[in-house]
């Protein structure tokens, strides 16, 4: 006997997610549900198929590569999305500290010109280029023009330092620092030691926080090196599935894998970003990194760009503590 929606109620009766009708709907919802689906939206028939006369494939001309990706992948819900947020929220912090340093900068040195201190107004202007070279890296904003992404190449390629935290942090402390020492010596009223103030103290305790964070960060990665640098050669045979042989190397995931079993160090995707950005020596990933081209479920071409080589992997166990 045919349901009113026009499937047969036979089978699996409890499914109503494919192929039977809710009770709850009313009489046509299955037809309303039929031409939904458009060209193709009907179930493929087999030989094999069960009472119902419908089988459990899907329906033709369904992509079933474009639903949710599978879990624990890159492009998945879960902690990675949450490390992504995380990342997020410290790069506004980074943004913001670094306008004060543009703002301080772009202050004093206006009230430096026209008080005809030309020495003192040059060093503004250097203050002022490093604030908009920490800002171009964090901006939340015009990520996809090409000038901000040819500018975060070129800061990649050649101001590396800055691109670490804890070597962001010690930028910071430095601007900040000297930005207050010019603004205090050479500004005068309340309002300016005011703005010297405020406008200093934010990036100074930011770059502070930075260089602690990216000290632990680095002892943990120390750490886990210490832990595969004895049978480093074994492990990566075992790890580098992806890219194999000695022109191959490690994906984010293979390296965490490897410090997760030996030593039980697990990184997150961020940590894992800062990591790759320190040991990989490849250019074009350094720039990739630098620009954070991005797609919505991580890095675009990760088949092709991000993999730790097993000479990076080498040079970091051989080498001793890396910054990050």
């Known amino acids: 006997m045919s349901m009113p929606g026009g499937y047969a109620n036979q089978g699996n009766q409890n499914n109503y997610g494919g192929y039977g009708q809710d009770p709850s709907q009313g009489q046509g919802q299955g037809q309303s549900m039929m031409g939904s689906q458009g060209q193709g939206g009907q179930f493929a028939t087999h030989p094999s198929a069960g009472p119902g006369g419908y089988n459990n494939a899907p329906p033709q001309g369904y992509n079933q590569g474009a ?14 999305n949450m490390s992504m947020h ?11 500290a670094a306008c004060c340093i543009v703002v301080g900068s772009l202050v004093g040195g206006f009230c430096l ?3 005809l201190k ?6 503004m202007t250097y203050v002022m280029i490093f604030g908009l070279i920490l800002a171009v890296l964090d901006t939340p904003w015009l990520r996809t023009i090409k000038a901000v992404i040819d500018a975060k190449m070129y800061i990649g390629k050649y101001i590396q330092f800055v691109t670490r935290v804890t070597f962001r942090g010690v930028t910071l402390i430095f601007l900040a ?10 500004l005068k009223g309340g309002f300016m030691m005011f703005l010297a103030v405020v406008l200093c103290l934010f990036p100074a305790l930011v770059g502070a926080g930075s260089v602690v964070i990216g000290l632990l960060k680095s002892s ?21 599935l992806t890219f194999r042989g000695e022109q191959g190397g490690l994906t984010m995931d293979e390296f965490n894998k490897m410090t997760n079993e030996n030593g039980s160090f697990k990184f997150e995707k961020l940590d894992l970003k800062l990591i790759f950005n320190a040991l990989v020596s490849n250019p074009q ?10 797609s ?11 993999k730790l080589t097993k000479q990076d992997l080498r040079a970091w166990v051989l080498g001793g503590m890396v910054f990050l």
């Open 67 to 80: 639903g949710y990706p599978p879990a624990g992948s890159g492009g998945g819900y879960g902690d990675s």
């Open 86 to 96: 995380t990342g997020n929220h410290m790069n506004d912090v980074f943004f913001a």
């Open 113 to 115: 010109f026209f008080s």
């Open 118 to 123: 030309p020495v003192d107004f040059l060093f």
């Open 177 to 186: 620092s000297a930005l207050f020492m010019t603004m205090w010596d050479n």
């Open 220 to 240: 943990k990665l120390d750490k886990a090196r210490r832990q595969v640098e004895q049978n480093i050669e074994v492990l990566y045979d075992q790890n580098a």
């Open 285 to 294: 990933w350094r720039m990739q990194v630098a620009a954070g081209t991005q």
């Open 296 to 306: 919505q479920g991580g890095y675009q071409n990760v088949a092709d760009e991000i």
